[in-house]
């Protein structure tokens, strides 16, 4: 059977775990000087302007967001030229490649390259999306 809880042995555990505490654990010594430098720093600490220390990490921030600023509009100019060289390849590459794909394959070779370009493109996004779906786990 189920007994009620009783909130004394809460408190009998917490005691025997206190006890366990300090018999295994013990507190390390304290540096030189430990007592006078935590003094120092409290009394620097009470002494600190709040505007000042605010606007100074106000002013942090202001940089560190400008910082974050420019990375991404590098990033923005490098990911646009890299899709502009790219179109430019691609273009350049099919320029080339359109007269020997029409002397071999004739008029529905024009029409077979999209359509295995969108095939591959198909195929790359399956591939990618298919481990985190739930048909996976559905089929073997």
Request: charged share 20%; aromatic share 6%; net charge positive.
């Amino acid at each position: 059977m189920n007994t009620p809880h009783d909130p004394s042995d809460d408190a009998r555990l917490e005691r025997a775990l206190d006890q366990a505490l300090a018999r295994s654990l013990v507190a390390p010594e304290l540096p030189a000087g430990f007592r006078s430098q935590l003094q120092t720093a409290l009394a620097r600490s009470t002494s600190i302007d709040h505007a000042q220390l605010r606007a100074a990490i106000e002013r942090e921030h202001a940089e560190q967001l400008a910082e974050l600023r420019d990375g991404y509009v590098s990033l923005r100019q490098r990911t646009l030229g890299t899709l502009i060289g790219g179109a430019f390849a691609v273009g350049l590459l099919l320029n080339f490649a359109l007269p020997w794909i029409t002397a071999n394959f004739g008029q529905k070779g024009v029409v077979a390259l999209p359509v295995i370009g969108v095939a591959i493109g198909l195929g790359l996004s399956l591939r990618a999306w298919w481990p985190r779906s739930s048909l996976s786990r559905l089929l073997p």
